[in-house]
């Protein structure tokens, strides 16, 4: 395949959207003028489960500014309410604590929450799971983990394996539930024009979402339009509609044609938008006293919601990473009266790095050999999991050039052996994959306007990562202009077809439909268009991927500090260097893996969604109580990447690069700990308290 | 969103103004001036108040003037100016280490000491301060002023001895020579309520020995400073084993809960250390105060 030369790629070109949202002129989801609108807030279950026994709606009804109550008895009835998630206000059940029981719709937010507040609810309870247990007694084999991969592997005889290595590894590691948490909060406004609805959402994937939408209303696809022009952030959450959506949507159909508007409060997300699964992982590696692993095994115990499934491909990275020739990994769910898990920034490979990374780092010390050459060791020159070549696999020399940018050798392979004014150093290591996505169903169009410019109309979405300039400039190459040029258009369902912003494949999928509507626009129109002339392209899918297995790597360093007197742990550094093919902005780019990083030490030093099982609640559910980073935790932190085009990834030559940031980042932090302490914490987050024993 | 529930705003003119109106709103009026604990509460619908009284233009609270051996710090005196103050650093040094902790610079630009007293979180660092530092809160209310120690002003979580007809107008901190004080906190997080902190004020006598003495702790379930640390540092030489000691009564003292900023064991063991810091730092600086 062709690569496109780079001309406007790789231009530090500031975001082409910044001085629309520095100056508060970019309209997020809840910002669209809407004529005359009313708000939504709905009632949330109290009870893990059981069914709804009675409702009392009166007192909310006569309040003034009340438009609607709508509860199961008299909420619309959708087309299809087979995934219960979305089922929202179809039935009296219950399926876990904060689901939507009932929803107040009136004139002014003010209203609708005052109203939401009056209506009681009684249930008949019914006895709850919530808490997930390594030994929970219904654990069960999906069909399929997410990403469609299969949920168990097996490569020779582990067991076997094990039993004959001269140095074996078997620890259990877990990760906590953790809550995407994007800026701004997942918000819908819908209205109906008759039989057509207009959603303005904050949504990863526009036409994903009227595509969800639209067997539920029993409408065509066409008759719903979603817009997105910006949205606040949305790590995965945003990836696919929840429930919010529908009731927003199903609410609108009582206002007589009046929009709904709803913001769910940062306390709603927390069980209405999705999340990650804790997970427990049993990591197995047997080895030659050398280092050489001659088994893996990664069994992954996580939980889902009894309501719908989704099952997290944790152990999928231990498939493909290192060379081993017996091999398994193994997903077991257990079924739970817990809100819906979903996607969250590199589901699968982010908590499965923190088991497998550790794990490496353990070996590593077992065999007496350093990290980094433990991975040396343990390179494979094929996928082991396809046996089809890697496209691009630079994971060595990200380790070495991470290694020699970060000062490893500086590195005590003695732990616990550095204290200066009371603090204890250590630096670790961890490398880092994502697989390359491309989506195919990606179509652009270009249309050459009367003023001199390009337009460039694809239904892709900004989740606030840069796609508004990185597309920008794939254009602007592809057409061989400058990028002053074009006029982009995203974010609306009247533009063609494009995928969802998510798994790291947005650029690379939406960029290969632009190069192609590109090239034939010049094959139809040549290089002196006239007004109004207009071409379409698609993305196809990619042929190299039958071929080669396409994934980025990357290494991950972390100088980390715990004081020995109080435990306090600080990630005074950090440094990323990465694999992912070109990169089609570095500004934007630093950026995407800056946040991948911050996430990650998030994910090491501070986050845990506290699940109460008695009551199915999750406890710490605002930012009090839930910890993220503040500015001041996050030191010193660094991303390179290697200079390179993967000739493989299309004709873009790109990887996408949302979530390998985050991937084995905690793994790092938890290993510099190890280095810094001699103390071993295999249970994220690593709080303080873990360090005094 | 968050919305509050609905409530009736005042701004008082003055403190006879202010105690006039929380007289004529009744119990369900409430003052307000950094807003930083009770607006969240309200949007979280934690607290419903029918009536904010607006404080904030209230100049005749906000100052600081040291009268002989006596601060004075008016209650609507920001976070940042306590931060800020050269005097305060030389005379109450724990009131600048607590305030460089305390949230972040928003917070500290709006929030007020009054209204941290008054709020009486049991993480609140001030109060630590103020009980360590043996602070009075001077009351207002229709009868005219009184005037509180610390061990009367708190009356436990979120509760303190001003009425609810009443406002704290300043805070009142004797100056006793060749002293000093200090303050340290663990957080998970940078601005975070503490997971323990500790503060401690110390007077030294002319020849090095601890003459007066006090230990303060928060978040671990401890009224007011701990007993008996002025007895056992009375008379003494400040050294480690003496500072050990000290660390180990205040964590026998404290009653700390477990919850995901920290576990029982894990909170004793900082109140011992955080205790042993305090005193160290704080006779540390006394006797530079002295020898300077």
Redesign the interface.
């Given at each position: 395949m062709r690569v496109q030369q780079p001309a406007a790629t790789g231009l530090d070109l500031e975001r082409v959207d910044g001085r629309a949202k520095v100056l508060g002129l970019a309209p997020y989801a809840y910002e669209h003028p809407a004529e005359n609108p009313t708000y939504l807030y709905p009632v949330q279950s109290t009870i893990a489960r059981g069914r709804i026994t009675a409702i009392d709606t009166a007192a909310a009804e006569t309040m003034d500014g009340v438009v609607a109550v709508l509860t199961h008895l008299n909420a619309p009835r959708l087309a299809d309410a087979a995934d219960k998630e979305l089922a929202v206000l179809q039935s009296d059940e219950v399926g876990f604590r904060g689901q939507f029981v009932a929803a107040v719709v009136a004139d002014s937010?003010?209203a609708a929450?005052?109203a939401a507040?009056r209506v009681r609810v009684q249930y008949h309870q019914e006895p709850h799971h919530a808490a997930l247990r390594a030994d929970h007694e219904d654990l069960y084999k999906p069909e399929q983990i997410n990403a469609g991969l299969e949920t168990d592997t097996q490569a020779g005889d582990p067991d076997a394996a094990l039993a004959s290595a001269a140095v074996v590894v078997d620890r259990t590691y877990t990760t906590p539930a953790e809550h995407n948490n994007p800026m701004e909060p997942h918000t819908t406004v819908a209205q109906w024009e008759g039989d057509r609805l207009l959603v303005f959402d904050s949504t990863q994937a526009v036409h994903n979402a009227r595509k969800t939408l639209a067997p539920l209303f029993d409408v065509e696809v066409e008759q719903i339009r979603v817009v997105a022009p910006h949205v606040g952030g949305g790590f995965g959450s945003k990836g696919l509609p929840h429930a919010h959506v529908v009731l927003t949507a199903l609410a609108a159909k009582v206002t007589g044609g009046r929009p709904v508007k709803y913001?769910l409060?940062?306390?709603q997300m927390f069980f209405l938008a999705g999340y990650r699964t804790p997970t427990i992982q049993r990591l197995q590696l047997g080895a030659s006293p050398d280092g050489r692993i001659s088994v893996l095994t990664h069994d992954v115990v996580e939980q889902t919601s009894a309501i719908k499934e989704f099952a997290e491909q944790t152990a999928g990275i231990s498939r493909m990473m290192y060379s081993a020739d017996h091999r398994r990994t193994t997903h077991r769910l257990a079924s739970l009266d817990v809100p819906v898990p979903s996607w969250m920034r590199a589901p699968g490979e982010c908590p499965g790095s923190f088991g497998l990374e550790v794990a490496m780092d353990e070996l590593a010390e077992a065999c007496g050999i350093d990290p980094i050459e433990l991975r040396v060791r343990n390179e494979p020159a094929i996928d082991p999991e396809t046996g089809k070549p890697f496209a691009s696999r630079h994971l060595l020399a990200c380790l070495r050039e991470g290694a020699r940018r970060f000062g490893w050798e500086r590195r005590n392979a003695q732990p616990g052996t550095v204290l200066v004014d009371g603090w204890r150093t250590g630096i670790g290591v961890a490398a880092s994959t994502y697989p390359a996505r491309r989506q195919p169903a990606n179509t652009a169009r270009i249309r050459f306007t009367a003023d001199g410019f390009y337009e460039v109309q694809i239904g892709a979405v900004d989740l606030g990562t840069g796609a508004w300039t990185a597309l920008t400039q794939i254009a602007a190459e592809a057409l061989e202009c400058g990028p002053e040029q074009v006029r982009l258009q995203i974010g609306d369902t009247d533009l063609p077809v494009a995928t969802v912003a998510g798994g790291s494949s947005g650029t690379a999928s939406w960029g290969s439909a632009i190069i192609g509507a590109a090239q034939m626009f010049r094959k139809e129109h040549g290089g002196f268009p006239s007004a109004g002339d207009t071409s379409e392209g698609d993305g196809e899918r990619n042929p190299a991927g039958k071929n080669y297995a396409l994934h980025s790597f990357g290494a991950q360093f972390a100088e980390v500090q715990v004081h020995a007197?109080?435990?306090?742990i600080r990630v005074s550094r950090m440094l990323g260097v990465y694999s992912a093919g070109r990169i089609i902005n570095p500004r934007t780019a630093r950026s995407q893996f800056l946040g991948g990083m911050t996430m990650g030490i998030g994910m090491a030093?501070?986050e845990?969604s506290?699940m109460d099982e008695r009551f199915g609640m999750i406890v710490?559910h605002?930012f009090?109580?839930y910890?993220?980073?503040?500015?001041?935790?996050i030191r010193q932190l660094e991303a390179f990447w290697l200079e390179e085009v993967d000739e493989h990834a299309g004709p873009l030559g790109a990887r996408g690069i949302g979530e390998i940031g985050i991937v084995g980042a905690a793994a790092a932090v938890a290993n510099a700990a190890y280095n810094a302490t001699g103390i071993r914490v295999r249970d994220l987050p690593l709080?303080?308290?873990k360090f005094?024993t | 969103m968050q919305i509050p529930a609905p409530f009736d705003y005042v701004r008082a003119s003055d403190v006879d103004n202010a105690l006039a109106l929380l007289e004529r709103h009744g119990p369900e009026s409430r003052l307000v001036a950094g807003g930083h604990s009770l607006l969240p509460m309200m949007k979280l619908r934690l607290a419903r108040p029918e009536w904010l009284i607006d404080i904030n233009g209230l100049a005749e609270l906000d100052f600081m003037v040291r009268e002989g051996n006596v601060f004075r710090i008016g209650a609507l005196t920001r976070h940042t100016t306590l931060l800020e103050s050269p005097e305060v650093a030389r005379l109450f040094p724990i009131v600048t280490d607590a305030e460089q902790v305390i949230a972040d610079p928003v917070v500290r630009n709006r929030g007020t000491i009054g209204g941290s007293l008054c709020q009486a979180d049991p993480a609140e660092d001030l109060s630590t301060v103020c009980d360590v530092l043996r602070a009075e809160a001077v009351i207002r209310g229709p009868a005219g002023e009184r005037v509180v120690a610390m061990d009367e002003f708190h009356r436990g979580p979120y509760e303190t001895a001003v009425g609810q007809n009443e406002l704290m107008s300043e805070l009142r901190f004797p100056i006793r020579p060749r002293s000093s004080s200090a303050y340290e906190k663990v957080e998970r997080r940078v601005g975070d309520w503490a997971v323990a902190a500790a503060g401690a004020a110390v007077s030294l006598a002319a020849d090095g020995t601890i003459e007066e003495s006090s230990v303060g702790l928060t978040a671990v379930g401890l009224d007011g400073t701990v007993a008996g640390i002025g007895d056992l540092l009375g008379g003494r030489r400040p050294d480690e084993d003496l500072f050990a000691e000290a660390g180990r009564i205040a964590a026998a003292a404290c009653e700390p809960v477990a919850d995901q900023r920290g576990g029982i064991d894990y909170k004793r063991h900082l109140a011992d250390e955080l205790t042993r810091r305090v005193l160290r730092r704080a006779c540390a600086r006394a006797s530079e105060e002295q020898e300077g």
């Open positions: 937010p003010e929450r005052e507040a913001a409060t940062r306390q007197d109080t435990g306090e030093l501070h845990q506290v710490n605002d009090a109580d910890h993220v980073p503040s500015n001041a935790d709080t303080a308290d005094l | -």
